[in-house]
């Protein structure tokens, strides 16, 4: 029996949760092993487990593999998620590279300092309701199919779909305009297990805080 994958990060959502979300939705079993101290990054520098000397690292099939965008691209191809042919990979490409620039915003407003915060939240809004999740509306009206690529499930829909949750996390009313958008929402979130993923308890990870900010800083000395 193979070696359930283990992924090596902090305690936290950061870089590491789309390929928590990638693993569980392909029903994944997957070990944690989380950074405390900057000693426990500094040891796996140490050993050479990390090509570039950073995190997320996830050990699978017999690899070390570091880079947000290779793991995720293998866990997609080895679990069917990645299209059928190049043209569906390739529209999967653009759609979870709309996906990841918008998800970069949401991750920095915690950094942003206190006195800027509401400017950014503005920004943030009419990024988010302006130009990302009408062009991924228009993409499911356009073809009138319950996934984005190919009629059927891929890595696209779950990232968009763990993209939304954070979206009404930061305020629900953002999908209001969008029924294409909540219904594909739901649809994921009903698949067995992205269902499970969603329970409490599950190893997904609550929103960024300011201790796990702290922690993260400590970690990877951060300012």
């Known amino acids: 029996m193979a070696a359930k994958p283990k992924l090596h990060y902090f305690n936290g959502r950061g870089r590491m949760e789309p390929i928590r979300w990638l693993l569980a939705a392909a029903g994944v079993e997957f070990e944690e092993e989380f950074l405390e101290t900057s000693k426990d990054l500094e040891k796996l520098r140490n050993d050479g487990s990390l090509m570039f000397q950073q995190v997320p690292?996830?050990?699978?099939?017999?690899?070390?593999?570091?880079?947000?965008?290779?793991?995720?691209?293998?866990?997609?191809?080895?679990?069917?998620?990645?299209?059928?042919?190049?043209?569906?990979?390739?529209?999967?490409?653009?759609?979870?590279?709309?996906?990841?620039?918008?998800?970069?915003?949401y991750i920095h407003l915690i950094l942003t300092p206190p006195s800027e915060k509401a400017a950014k939240i503005t920004e943030i809004k009419d990024k988010t309701t302006n130009r990302y999740l009408p062009a991924f509306e228009k993409v499911l009206k356009s073809?009138?199919?319950?996934?984005?690529?190919?009629?059927?499930?891929?890595?696209?829909?779950?990232?968009?779909?763990?993209?939304?949750?954070?979206?009404?996390?930061?305020?629900?009313?953002?999908?209001?305009?969008?029924?294409?958008?909540?219904?594909?929402?739901?649809?994921?979130?009903?698949?067995?297990?992205?269902?499970?993923?969603?329970?409490?308890?599950?190893?997904?990870?609550?929103?960024?805080?300011e201790k796990n900010l702290a922690k993260a800083k400590e970690i990877f000395h951060l300012k």
């Open 143 to 209: 073809h009138g199919q319950d996934y984005l690529v190919g009629n059927r499930l891929s890595r696209a829909d779950i990232h968009l779909v763990e993209l939304l949750y954070t979206v009404e996390e930061l305020d629900p009313s953002l999908l209001a305009n969008f029924p294409l958008l909540k219904a594909l929402k739901a649809r994921i979130s009903n698949l067995p297990t992205v269902k499970k993923f969603l329970q409490p308890g599950s190893p997904r990870k609550p929103p960024m805080d």
């Open 57 to 105: 690292m996830v050990e699978i099939d017999g690899m070390k593999l570091v880079q947000c965008r290779a793991i995720l691209n293998y866990i997609a191809a080895k679990y069917n998620l990645y299209g059928k042919d190049t043209k569906e990979r390739a529209l999967i490409d653009m759609y979870i590279e709309g996906v990841a620039d918008l998800n970069e915003v």
